[in-house]
């Protein structure tokens, strides 16, 4: 190669910094997902961009349009370029600044976040929570819990005590003046 030209516009495509500009999400077992990139006036082909885990444990977080990138393009050539996202911008700022913590927040205004300073996970979400677990799930340690509660099937308690309104109606709870017969006892004491 002896275009000084051309040499540089290679070392120039090496790394270039640019903004999603679209976004094909793929289709599963036919098409791969790919962004266009946005770098000054130029428009990239459809690349490829790069992800958290895909081999066996896979990751699905595809980049938005207006995302800021790297391109990393091996050999100069933007046709083999990767989308390495994500750059922060003063229009899109980290969920949190404090090194104790892992956020990730959502559109919708959903924060998953893990104080390892603190040891506490925090969830808000904006909706709700869907566990599916057939082989059941185990909760170590104390519940609070505010607010209305329905439920399914069996309930089944070994040990403690057990109240309404601070009245125990645990198996071991009696009721005063009531003798055998087919009356009704009274509320509990």
């Known amino acids: ?3 000084v030209a051309e040499l540089l516009r290679l070392i120039e495509n090496l790394l270039r910094f640019g903004v999603i500009a679209e976004v094909d999400h793929g289709e599963l077992d036919k098409r791969l997902p790919a962004v266009r990139v946005r770098s000054g006036q130029l428009l990239t082909g459809w690349l490829p961009w790069a992800n958290g885990r895909a081999g066996t444990t896979r990751d ?34 980290p969920p949190s600044n404090e090194p104790g913590k892992n956020s990730r927040e959502y559109p919708d205004g959903a ?3 893990y104080d390892h300073a603190r040891s506490v996970l925090r969830i ?17 340690g104390s519940i609070a819990h505010q607010g209305d509660m329905q439920r399914e099937g069996s309930y089944q308690q070994n040990g403690g005590e057990l109240s309404h309104n601070g009245k125990n ?17 009274g509320e509990p004491t």
Do not use: C, Y
């Open 124 to 140: 808000n979400l904006p909706g709700s929570i869907e566990i599916h677990a057939p082989g059941g799930t185990q909760w170590m």
């Open 111 to 113: 924060l998953i976040e």
């Open 169 to 185: 109606v645990g198996s071991d709870h009696t009721h005063g003046g009531v003798q055998s017969g087919g009356s009704n006892t």
């Open 60 to 93: 699905w977080n595809p980049p938005t349009v207006g995302e800021q990138v790297m391109i990393l393009s091996p050999g100069g050539d933007l046709a083999n370029g990767v989308a390495m996202p994500s750059l922060f911008q003063l229009s899109a700022q």
């Open 1 to 3: 190669m002896n275009n």
